[in-house]
Each structure stands twice: as structure tokens, then as C-alpha cells.
């Protein structure tokens, strides 16, 4: 049997204030830490705008550059199309000499066998001086009118082929100079979206660690502050349309197959998003169908201009439920994704136009809290 050692009466008592004093100061730490992570909260939201704004940036830079490279290139053509036209009067004129040259052979060799002084021709065209041209005269005397008429066509010709020589190279150095403008404007675009590009890489995934550390400073904050804690809001039901919290909603569910940016050689204007046939298109925002029906490259599309001014666009469509001057709201279906037009496979093309200008929709679309 073992030995029982009795309590004091003030035991009970001491150990009731210990835990009284761990219960305060467990309240003390977790107040403290709540105090942090909030505002460990308020920074990394303020370094997630930051990212988003340096991002709308870069892409304004881009698109600006783009606009630089295709008016460079119009230029580029029309100088060309110029020097061409040139070239061909040019030519054209050349022929003409050709031509009247062979005339006046024959009237050279004409004379020549009827004993007149075919050298006039030579002396008509080589004349330099009214001295020189009296000096000459008297050999123009056994050459008729139509000779005459002959070699004034002929010096005309001349000059309008040097005219048209003088015209076609400085179209040509107007087009090489045009060439090298739009090779510059080209450059710079291409720079600006590879910076564009780097930009939106590193942003984008300083924001996925910020929103990281926030779900888990609030996940921390939730188990220091459990008691009383409100229950977390029930996850959206499945096929529920992502909403931003300025009200912009995700136009389809499914997977984001391609950006904004070059592609093949070309500029993608939009975002795909891929999913099965069927599926439900929405509008990102209120406003009025402009367009509705078939449109070149995507086979049917349906355009919206909304009361902000932006116009948004929804090509491969399979079926549009909507006709143009109607009202429809955020959220609202407007249409099927489907696989029609210039398309691979079934998915959703996705453009947002502001001011005329096709803006990244990805940023745009995260930019408003939308996450796809």
C-alpha cells in the first residue's frame, strides 16, 4: 500500500489563481496577436493593389507601343505603295523613249538615203545654248513638222522619265525611312510586352503568396479568437458564377487555355476559356447587346456595351439567347459556349475594349476581385 500525502487546504485556492493567470494571459497573447495579423493584413492588401495597379501599368505602355507599330507600318506601306507607283511611271516613260527613239532612227536612216543632214537630230538634242541652237538652225530647216514633232515628243519623254526617276527614289527613301520607324515601334512593343509579361508574372505571383499569407494570418486569427468567432461562410454551390466585389462577374466557368498577348505571330486580344459545349456564358456587367450573330473569324459572337463605357465580347458561341438592343444584367446568360468559327476546340474568346483600345481582360477581370 503506498503512502498518502495530504493536501494543505490552500492548495485548491493556489491552484485556482495559476490557472486564472494562464487563462489571462493566454487572452493577453491572442489579443496581441490578433492586433498583428491585422495589420500584417492591411499591408499585404495594400501591396496586392499596388501590384495590380503596376500591372494595368505596364499593359497601358504596351498597348500604346502597339498602336506606334501599326501606324509605323501603315506609313511603311503607303510609302511603298508611293515608290511603286513611281517606279512604274518610271518605266512607262522609259518605253515611251524607247519608242519614239525607234522613230527617229527611221527618219534618221530616211534622210540619210535621200541625201538631207540627218546630224540634226543629234544637234537638236544636244543643243546647250541659244548661241549653239542658231549656230544649228539651219539644219533643222531640212527636217519637217512631224520630225519636229517627233523630237520634242521624244525630249519630253526624257524629262518625264527623270522626273518620274527623281520621284521614285525619294519615295523609296521615304519608305526606307517608314521601314525603320515601324521596325523601331515593332521593337519597342515586343519589349514592352516582354516587360508587360515579366510584370504581370511577378505580380501575379506576389499577389497568389499575399493571398496565401492572408488566408493563413486570418486562419490564425480565427483559432486565437475561436470563442464567439463567427461561423465561415458556406462555400458557393458548384457551377455558381465567380463575382468580384465591384459586382464584375466571370463570363464562364472552365479553364483558361490562352492569354492576352503574342501568339504565333500575332496579337491575341482576349482570354479563352475552355469548357464543354453548352456551357452558360454571362455577362460580366450590365449594359445593352450591340451585337448578336455571326462575325467574321468567330463564327457567332455576341457584343455588350456596358454603362461604363466598356464594350465586352463573347465569340465561339453555340447558340446566342440574346438580341441586340436588349437589356441585360451582371450575371445574366447570354449565351452557350460553343466551337464554331476559327476555333480548336470548344471554349469561350474573351475581350474587353476601352476606349477603343483591347485591354488585357485577365487583368481587368482580377483587377475587379474576379479570380478565374
Known amino acids: 500500500m503506498g503512502v498518502r500525502i495530504p493536501l494543505s487546504r490552500g492548495a485548491p485556492v493556489a491552484l485556482l489563481i495559476i490557472i486564472a493567470l494562464v487563462g489571462a494571459l493566454g ?18 492588401e495594400a501591396e496586392l493593389s499596388a501590384a495590380q495597379a503596376e ?29 511603286d507607283t513611281a517606279r512604274a511611271e518610271s518605266e512607262a516613260a522609259a518605253e515611251r523613249v524607247r519608242q519614239l527613239q525607234h522613230k527617229v532612227d527611221k527618219f534618221a536612216s530616211a534622210s540619210y538615203r535621200q541625201g538631207s543632214t540627218v546630224g540634226s537630230v543629234t544637234a537638236y538634242l544636244g543643243s546647250e545654248s541659244p548661241t549653239d541652237m542658231l549656230a544649228r538652225a539651219s539644219l533643222l530647216n531640212a527636217i519637217g513638222s512631224e520630225q519636229l514633232d517627233v523630237l520634242d515628243g521624244m525630249r519630253k519623254a526624257m524629262n518625264e522619265r527623270a522626273a518620274a526617276d527623281k520621284e521614285a527614289q525619294a519615295a523609296l527613301r521615304r519608305a526606307t525611312d517608314n521601314e525603320a520607324a515601324a521596325a523601331k515601334a515593332k ?12 510584370q504581370k508574372d511577378s505580380a501575379q505571383g506576389a499577389i497568389d503568396t499575399l493571398l496565401a499569407k492572408k488566408a493563413a494570418l486570418q486562419a490564425q486569427a480565427a483559432q486565437v479568437t475561436q470563442a464567439g468567432a463567427p461561423a465561415p461562410a458556406a462555400p458557393a454551390p458548384a457551377g455558381a458564377p465567380s463575382v468580384g466585389s465591384s459586382g464584375v462577374v466571370l463570363p464562364a466557368q472552365g479553364t483558361l487555355t490562352s492569354t492576352y498577348g503574342f501568339r504565333w505571330g500575332t496579337v491575341h486580344y482576349g482570354i479563352d476559356i475552355a469548357n464543354s459545349i453548352g456551357t452558360p456564358i454571362l455577362s460580366t456587367m450590365a449594359g445593352e447587346v450591340i451585337s448578336s450573330g455571326p462575325a467574321s473569324g468567330f ?8 454603362d461604363n463605357g466598356l464594350i465586352t465580347v463573347y465569340g465561339h458561341i453555340n447558340e446566342s439567347l440574346v438580341s441586340v438592343g436588349q437589356r441585360v444584367g451582371a450575371g445574366q446568360q447570354i449565351a452557350t459556349m460553343g466551337n464554331r468559327g476559327q476555333s480548336t476546340g470548344p471554349h469561350l474568346h474573351f475581350e474587353v475594349h476601352e476606349n477603343g483600345n483591347k485591354i488585357d481582360p485577365l487583368v481587368w477581370l482580377r483587377s475587379h476581385g474576379v479570380s478565374i
Open 187 to 198: 521593337s519597342d512593343a515586343e519589349a514592352a510586352h516582354r516587360d508587360a509579361v515579366a
Open 299 to 306: 463564327g457567332l459572337w455576341v457584343r455588350v456595351r456596358h
Open 27 to 44: 487572452n493577453t497573447l491572442a489579443a496581441g496577436a490578433q492586433d498583428t495579423l491585422a495589420d500584417d493584413i492591411a499591408a499585404a
Open 55 to 83: 500591372l494595368a501599368s505596364t499593359y497601358q505602355k504596351f498597348t500604346a507601343a502597339q498602336q506606334r507599330q501599326q501606324q509605323a507600318t501603315k506609313a511603311a506601306a503607303d510609302a511603298r505603295a508611293k515608290a
